[in-house]
């Protein structure tokens, strides 16, 4: 398998700044759980990946500690908030060997209207593999893959997402028994069926199935025709908006929060148009 060269460098560095926030972590007596694109380069899957688009970061922390580790995390001389949209998630600049690191520290993987990923649950089957950092387990591994994926049906989604299921999936203690449970008691087990299901029809794998949660998702796997619209609008439509959690939940939810982030800006706008007074 041939190597992107810019993707063995993005992964040089952002393991190195890994590995240096595992250190601060660990100074204070913290820990966090990497999760998505940090989980593959700091458990070293990611060595077997050719390139990945990667963009940051994530981390997850323990829900009880969340604001207090935030506060410590933001005030070190290196780390730069950024805009925070969500309130399950603050982001920063994390400035390391010449590089601005965006690292977004999670409460939760998501909001629960779109799907149920607890943080207690996560990090009690976690793995402790350092003094600060936790994985989570082979399964909850790949429910976090999958799942945040729905978050961005609207983009579409790149073969590489597919191809790294085998990635989580040949790990030791992996059971799709388990799995298929835990897939359930996120509430949107009829979306995860429908990405194994498509796995198994674009890499021919044979990987474990059970009877369609939905008739609408037997309707798409039957006919080939889970993410096959080419129109943002109608992925969502097709996609996304038939397997949330909570479709009035998260429509509210995201109304309140963009309607808290407009208000946000226009202070911003204000401040800069305000003159300073002497």
Not at 144 to 156: R, S, Y
Not at 173 to 196: N, Q, S, Y
Not at 209 to 216: E, G, R, T
């Amino acid at each position: 398998m041939s190597h992107d060269p810019k993707w063995v460098a993005l992964q040089i560095v952002y393991g190195e700044a890994l590995a240096e926030i595992e250190r601060l972590f660990a100074s204070r007596g913290y820990c966090f759980m990497p999760i998505k694109g940090a989980y593959l380069i700091r458990s070293g899957l990611a060595t077997t990946i050719a390139s990945r688009c990667m963009r940051d970061i994530d981390l997850l922390l323990p829900e009880d500690r969340y604001s207090e580790i935030c506060d410590w995390f933001e005030s070190l001389p290196d780390v730069r908030r950024c805009p925070q949209y969500w309130d399950f998630e603050r982001p920063v600049a994390f400035d390391w060997n010449r590089h601005s690191i965006y690292v977004e520290l999670h409460r939760l993987v998501n909001t629960p209207n779109r799907f149920l990923l607890p943080n207690r649950q996560l990090f009690t089957h976690g793995n402790v593999v350092s003094e600060s950092c936790r994985f989570p387990d082979p399964v909850d591994a790949l429910l976090i893959h999958i799942c945040h994926k729905l978050l961005h049906v609207i983009d579409g989604f790149e073969l590489q997402f597919y191809r790294e299921i085998p990635l989580y999936v040949q790990q030791e203690d992996f059971c799709w028994e388990v799995f298929w449970d835990r897939a359930g008691k996120t509430e949107i087990p009829a979306f995860i069926w429908l990405v194994i299901h498509k796995c198994n029809l674009l890499l021919h794998t044979k990987y474990y199935l059970p009877a369609a949660p939905s008739v609408y998702a037997s309707f798409l796997a039957r006919f080939d025709l889970f993410m096959r619209c080419h129109s943002p609008v109608g992925r969502r439509i097709l996609y996304e908006i038939p397997f949330v959690r909570s479709v009035v939940g998260l429509a509210k939810y995201n109304w309140v929060r963009r309607g808290e982030m407009c208000r946000t800006n226009r202070k911003r706008q204000w401040r800069k148009r305000k003159p300073s007074v002497r």
